[in-house]
């Protein structure tokens, strides 16, 4: 009796550690051996890289198919639990096996003969491979909860964190973490859109595996991604993450902010006219208005209250202007540099009187504990249903990440006062990149920023510097920039030499 046609399979699960299964080469090489030493005739040869846990391999049913079809065909296989891990797949083959459609299976690793009690064995077997992988989801939900109560992530992180393979947590990654805060910082500015962001942090080296710009949808998701300021969504529920915050809470919601402003629907205009809206005749109060002539921009009283006689104004000129309008409320550089040394240095020093400061902040946070405690006692007890709880345990989380951070900077910089004020020198020190730059959407804006009642009248433009600003403007339009005043005076000579020639101190600024 000449021995049966078997079909050889063999299968390596991608979604589950089994380091006692061989790869499918070694699989392969074993149960060939195998047929070798008993005599087997391997008719056709199945692999696949599938987890059997449930239905629907494609290759395993197209062989079932093919033995249903021929008939009197046998399987091949390192151990039951390669053809089955669930109850579907596994009555299929038993079932077969009744019908006499298969007429044998053959394992290295199990004894298996077509007769009740061999059956029985085989039901057996394949309920227990049905049990592990039942255990091992358990086991793996388990270890995922544990993990959202100790506040870690239990995925991979964005851009500007990475695993540590170690201790299986999440740290800030040294190599691109200022580079996600730079990113923030950039569309907290109002100067670019979504595309021009893409386009930038591309020439950062924040690109995909393949080396091309991230999609505009990867950018939207990682500038209103929770996770930079110490909180993350899983499974749709918001949850406080152990991991170190990598940007301020301030800033994540400008950036919300510029988001939501620019997602507004805008009505689409013949002619883009950058500074439209902007500026009031200075004669009769009416809007200014733009037009389009022979290739050029022209701004121009709209003339609504009755006639005027305003001349019209280039936009080249009026850019130049409003340059020269954020310039003179700008610090440079150097001078930039100088300040926030300095705002460092009462850092250090207001750190040491720090604890009134923080103590309403303490008692605050101690009170969103209270009340999240007691939400979670609702919600176990059946009061708060599962959306009530998701909806108003995110509430409570922001506002208290918002405290906690608020908490932390007064602990670590001292008295809160420094924060705005270094937030301010570093604006006005951005301020001089967009009166040097093109970009006249942001010309706009910062001009607005600075001043109120902008008015043009006789081709110029007139404007009120809104505090602190105008403290600026009226030492910009001096001739030489500002003398810091060290709270331990040198002499003046000395002075003078530190600094380049073209900033010889003339006056004295204090903060």
Known sequence: MSPPKLFLYARKSTDEEERQIL???????????????ERLVIAQEFTESMSAKVPGRPVFNRMLELAEHEGSVGLLAWHPDRLARNSVDGGRIVY???????????FPTFWFENTPQGKFMLTIAFGQSKYYVDNLIENIWRGLRQKLRRGEFPGKPPVGYVNEPRLRTIVVDPAKAQLARQMFEAYASGRYNLPQMRALVAS?????????????????????????????????????GSHEPLIPRELFERVQEVMARRGKAQTKRKHLFPFAGLLYCGECGCAITAERQKGHHYYRCSKKKGPCGQPYLREEALAAQLRGTVQAASVPDAWAEKMLGKIDEWKRTEAQSSGAAAQPLKEKLAALEAKLDRLLDGHVDGVVSREEYVRRKGKFLLEK??????????????????????????AAHQAHSVASGENLEALKEW??????????????????????????????????????????????????????PELTPQADFRF
């Open 23 to 37: 790869s499918i080469e070694s699989q392969v090489t074993e149960l060939r051996e195998f047929a070798l030493k």
């Open 96 to 106: 077969l096996l009744d019908t006499g459609k298969l007429s044998a299976l053959k």
């Open 204 to 240: 950062w080296g924040l690109v995909t595996r393949s080396g091309k710009p991230p999609a505009l949808a990867s950018v939207k998701r990682l500038l209103m991604n929770q996770f930079y300021v110490g909180l993350f969504r899983y499974d749709g529920e918001l949850h406080e």
């Open 401 to 426: 990440s918002g405290v906690s951070a608020r908490l932390a900077e007064v602990e670590r910089q001292g008295n809160h006062w420094l924060e705005p004020l270094e937030r301010f020198i570093q």
């Open 447 to 500: 001009t607005t920023r600075i001043g109120s009642n902008l008015r043009l009248a006789g081709r110029t433009v007139h404007l009120s510097y809104e505090n602190p600003w105008r403290l600026v403007a009226a030492r910009g339009r001096s001739a030489n920039w500002w003398r810091v005043r060290d709270s331990n005076p040198r002499p003046r000579r000395c002075e003078r030499r530190a600094l380049p």
